[in-house]
């Protein structure tokens, strides 16, 4: 299992779920979702899973124009979304739902 991760030093705060502190990660993609997951189980923990992209618009994502959306998991459970966007290289939340 490749997977390397560092904290990025700032969080983003959501109405409904709460903050989140942000970390960057490299490796291989089904790894990290894994243990994203796992870590929401094993420790009981918020956490968020971003990276997914409109079909199309990977491009305009790459340049920080277009929408990031992410899954938010509670104890290893899905419980809703979000939308994020980036300003001055940091994300924050644009839009969010209950799952």
Known sequence: MDFKARLEGYQISSKNFGNFEII???GNWSD???IIIKSSSKLSMKVVESGY???GNLLLSFFGLGKEFAKVYKKGNYIGGMVLGMRSGKW???SEKLG
């Open 24 to 26: 960057s990660w490299s």
């Open 32 to 34: 990290a979702r894994k």
């Open 53 to 55: 992209h409109e079909k």
């Open 92 to 94: 924050y939340v644009k």
